[in-house]
């Protein structure tokens, strides 16, 4: 005699979304993932198991998009949802400020400059107030706008003589 097979579904908390968005990293900065960037703007769970994650890139033209996209989706498909939809949010502006402190110790930690908190315009001073990961003075000076991402600017210390990145305050 068959045994009738029994189909139960599981109900995925929010919660274990967001625990599972945790596991992805940023393709161009390994120590953070996607949450601690900031990245995440939203996790909608449908009566029919599926997930919609609405995501903000750090800039419009991030040529890392597909690949968070991909990882993001991928993830969270493990959570044993029917379907998982990653959207990509461009009304939203990113700002270096949805970085979580704790995104900011990784980023130092990785020898990035983590980017300064901006309160009202962004000021020169703002700009040029940036700490050195290596040695920790602010005797440094930006030596290029444009680093090896879109989102880093190449700075230098005079205090320890070492180049560095530094993530651009947005």
Same mark, same amino acid.
């Given at each position: 005699?068959?045994?009738?097979?029994?189909?139960i579904?599981?109900?995925?908390?929010?919660?274990?979304?967001?625990?599972?968005?945790?596991?992805?990293?940023?393709?161009?900065i390994?120590?953070?993932?996607? =949450?601690?960037? !900031?990245i995440?703007?939203?996790?909608?769970i449908?009566?029919?198991?599926?997930?919609?994650?609405?995501m #903000?890139? *750090?800039?419009?033209?991030?040529?890392?998009?597909?690949?968070?996209?991909?990882?993001i989706?991928?993830?969270?498909?493990?959570l044993?949802?029917?379907?998982?939809?990653?959207?990509?949010?461009?009304?939203?502006?990113?700002?270096?400020?949805?970085?979580?402190?704790?995104?900011?110790?990784?980023?130092?930690?990785?020898?990035?400059a983590?980017?300064? =908190?901006?309160? !009202?315009?962004?000021?020169?001073?703002?700009?040029?107030?940036?700490r050195?990961?290596?040695?920790?003075? #602010?005797? *440094?000076?930006?030596?290029s706008?444009?680093?090896?991402?879109?989102?880093?600017?190449?700075?230098?210390?005079?205090?320890?003589?070492q180049?560095?990145?530094?993530?651009?305050?947005?």
């Amino acid at each position: 005699m068959d045994t009738p097979s029994i189909n139960i579904k599981i109900k995925i908390s929010p919660e274990a979304v967001w625990s599972a968005l945790e596991n992805v990293k940023d393709p161009e900065i390994p120590v953070l993932t996607v =949450v601690d960037m !900031g990245i995440i703007y939203g996790v909608e769970i449908s009566a029919t198991n599926t997930c919609t994650i609405t995501m #903000t890139p *750090t800039f419009v033209g991030c040529p890392a998009i597909e690949i968070m996209k991909n990882s993001i989706h991928e993830e969270v498909m493990k959570l044993g949802f029917d379907s998982v939809e990653v959207k990509v949010d461009f009304e939203n502006a990113w700002t270096s400020d949805r970085m979580s402190e704790e995104a900011k110790r990784k980023l130092e930690k990785f020898g990035l400059a983590p980017p300064a =908190v901006i309160t !009202g315009d962004l000021t020169e001073e703002q700009l040029n107030n940036v700490r050195c990961p290596h040695c920790g003075s #602010t005797d *440094t000076t930006l030596r290029s706008a444009f680093g090896s991402t879109l989102c880093r600017a190449i700075r230098f210390c005079f205090n320890c003589k070492q180049g560095f990145e530094q993530f651009k305050p947005v």
